[in-house]
């Protein structure tokens, strides 16, 4: 079963809502969630930004950083509902994720045993050291 | 120079702490080593051919004597007692053991230091004009700029796993020292009609195995708006530079495969979205910077004992004559001490060396200290009457070598005798030219002439804009050096052209004689350069001094 990994450690996924990948945009209903992956464009999202009940940007592979990327997009473009990075994302990454905008990170269940919580519990402190969020205040 | 406040110390202190702890986690299997690697990577160390490599971040260049003595001290406990200093102005120790890594960076952060994004796929050390703060020529000091980018890029966490590594070149003179057109984003210092401080905007530049001068996307950038734009122009790069092919994954294929216009049309979009974002703290944050550099109590004496001692000494005045650059304050020069001594390696330093040269730039030299790329360290303001003292000291620690911008000031990268990417050797073609051109005694008739050696086709030696360039290749388990010509990383910047067939090992030291040996021939007088020649004859001449010439030469 998939960790949602939060500042408060791991737990389960609480979102019951239907999941639609980009292509299925038109049929999206009000609270259910969309994924995208690295090379989708957001910005097709923003139409929707105010519907929808989660995003879930894919990262394939830790080291393909278009997903850091994705969610300031969203960001930007308004988007203040539920963030997720989904996939292979490392617990040194963890500061990374909830700096760009993601509120949580979804990992499987190997990647859970071999890193586990403590590792990235210990990144919850993740506002500390930020040297973006001083420049930008 | 820069003093860590609370805050940067915090930061690098935490950042240490969690390499020891990334160390440990490797160790007992929690991270596989694709996974460690990135993240020793941004650490600075890498694995090279023999050993690990550690590259410490010596952030614009910019030293101060403490800095300095530490870098000693660290390379005598850890290493081999002795270190390397790169073209990107930062010093690298070739044999580290990775136990003693974490304590290594506990020792920089003693001093403020780190070696935080020194490699990996993200922004690496900015780097600046060596004479910054000091040269006559400049309009501005681009080192709290510098600092403000230092800051910025630190720990981005959304410019961390870009497609491929970035850099950031930044003068603040119109003549270009720093080569910023070789740079991923290069800036240059300039002012608007109104007077008001921004930038000239570069991007897309880079050597490498296609190398590219960076292009205008921005006139002018109010001094303000840089930090967004810079977020503006990697968040650009992130998303459309391409990771299929790790050679076609720089910032300057992205602008050229996509067109400026369209890569610059994507940057402003971004732009105009992300500069409602920045609330201007960050420019508190700069003026807040600026005192740290500012200039030095500099004094007002005399330079008779100076003028009478070049007078009589002939080795001294050589040394001034080559080694000396004009300083924006009368009386004062800017000193470039020579890490070339013939026959040695380009770049490396003692820890003795290093030690002497901390000492030199606290009694002479106002406490500052610069890393050129071009591997010489810079004593910036030292006083005109000093200099027989100061020159006196560097020849006793072998720091005394007259070459500077000669023949034998040659950048080269650490090649197969170091790195495991090399395709042949860099560091011995170096020596053999130099030795060869010190026999000649030529090299102070020859004048300014920039040979740059890369090891392979990356290009850490900048052989593209070496006015000689030589390309180390491996041809079918040979080694086989290619020689370009005519490149310039200055003002007016040029990518060096290809001669021809390739030369042996054994060969390529014979073929820059004759080159630079039919350089002083056809030359309109003395004071016509290497490169003013080369532009005005064109390569055919070269040519012919290379491949049909090559009998006389051998017998001459």
């Keep these: ?55 879930r940007v894919r990262f394939p592979a830790f080291n393909d950083g278009r997903g850091f990327s994705h969610a300031r997009d969203l960001r930007s473009f308004g988007y203040t509902g539920r963030l997720r990075a989904v996939g292979h994302v490392l617990a040194d990454q963890y500061a990374m994720a909830r700096r760009v905008g993601f509120d949580e990170v979804e990992i499987d269940e190997s990647l859970g045993a071999r890193q586990p919580e403590d590792q990235w519990l210990a990144r919850a402190n993740w506002r500390d050291n930020w040297y973006q969020a001083r420049l930008r205040a | 120079m820069y003093k860590y406040n609370e805050f940067d110390e915090a930061a690098v202190r935490s950042r240490v702490a969690q390499f020891r702890a990334q160390v440990q986690r490797r160790i007992d299997g929690s991270l596989t080593e694709d996974e460690f690697r990135p993240l020793r990577l941004m650490n600075g160390l890498y694995l090279q051919l023999h050993a690990y490599m550690l590259r410490i971040a010596v952030p614009y260049g910019t030293l101060n004597p403490a800095k300095m003595r530490q870098l000693a001290t660290i390379a005598e406990r850890w290493d081999k007692g002795y270190g390397h200093f790169t073209t990107r102005t930062n010093l690298q120790l070739n044999w580290p053991r990775l136990k003693d890594v974490p304590d290594m960076l506990e020792a920089l952060a003693d001093v403020g230091m780190h070696s935080i994004q020194t490699s990996g796929n993200c922004v690496r050390n900015v780097t600046a004009d060596h004479f910054a703060g000091a040269a006559a020529d400049e309009i501005e000091d681009p080192r709290p700029i510098a600092e403000l980018i230092r800051q910025w890029s630190t720990d981005h966490p959304e410019f961390q796993f870009l497609p491929r590594k970035f850099k950031i070149g930044i003068t603040g003179s119109p003549h270009d020292r720093a080569v910023i057109r070789s740079h991923d984003v290069g800036l240059r210092m300039v002012r608007n009609a109104a007077g008001e401080p921004g930038f000239e905007v570069y991007v897309g530049g880079g ?88 200039p030095p109590a500099f004094r007002n004496a005399p330079v008779d004992s100076y003028e009478a001692f070049r007078a009589a000494n002939p080795v001294f005045r050589a040394w001034t004559d080559t080694n000396l650059h004009e300083h924006k304050v009368d009386g004062y020069a800017i000193v470039s001490i020579s890490l070339k001594k013939h026959g040695a390696t380009p770049g490396d330093a003692t820890s003795d060396q290093m030690r002497v040269m901390a000492d030199l730039a606290e009694k002479y030299g106002h406490g500052d200290l610069r890393v050129s790329h071009e591997q010489n360290i810079i004593l910036p303001h030292v006083h005109k009457s000093d200099l027989p003292a100061v020159w006196q000291a560097l020849r006793e620690a072998e720091l005394a070598t007259a070459n500077i911008g000669l023949v034998s000031d040659i950048i080269a990268c650490p090649g197969m005798d170091y790195c495991s990417l090399a395709t042949a050797r860099a560091i011995p073609i170096a020596q053999q030219i130099a030795l060869r051109f010190d026999e000649l005694k030529v090299e102070h008739e020859v004048g300014p002439l920039k040979i740059k050696i890369s090891g392979c086709i990356n290009a850490c030696g900048h052989h593209h804009v070496g006015h000689i360039g030589i390309l180390g290749l491996d041809k079918a388990g040979v080694e086989n050096y290619q020689i370009t010509l005519g490149g310039d990383g200055t003002e007016t910047a040029s990518i060096g052209e290809k001669m021809g067939p390739g030369f042996a090992a054994s060969e390529i030291v014979g073929a820059i004689e004759r080159l630079v040996l039919g350089y002083l021939e056809i030359r309109r007088d003395a004071e016509e350069t290497f490169l003013e020649c080369v532009r005005r004859v064109g390569l055919e001449p070269f040519r012919a001094f290379l491949y049909e010439q090559e009998e006389t030469a051998d017998a001459a």
Excluded: C
């Design chain 1, 1 to 55: 079963m998939a960790i949602i990994v939060t500042d408060k450690g791991f737990t389960t996924d609480d979102f019951a809502s239907p999941v639609r990948p980009l292509a299925e945009i038109d049929q999206v209903q009000d609270g259910e969630g969309v994924e995208i992956g690295p090379a989708d464009d957001p910005r097709a999202l923003v139409g929707v930004l105010g519907q929808v009940g989660l995003i």
């Design chain 2, 207 to 294: 050597l490498g195995r296609t190398p590219m001068l960076a292009q205008v996307i921005r006139d002018f950038l109010p001094q303000a708006d840089l930090l967004p734009y810079l977020e503006a122009i990697l968040g650009a790069y992130n998303l459309k530079g391409r990771r299929d092919n790790k050679w076609k994954a720089r910032i300057k294929i992205t602008v050229f495969e996509n067109g400026l216009d369209a890569f610059r049309a994507d940057v402003e979009e971004r732009f105009e979205r992300l500069r409602s974002q920045w609330s201007g703290v960050d420019q508190d944050i700069l003026a807040e910077i600026r005192p740290h550099f500012a």
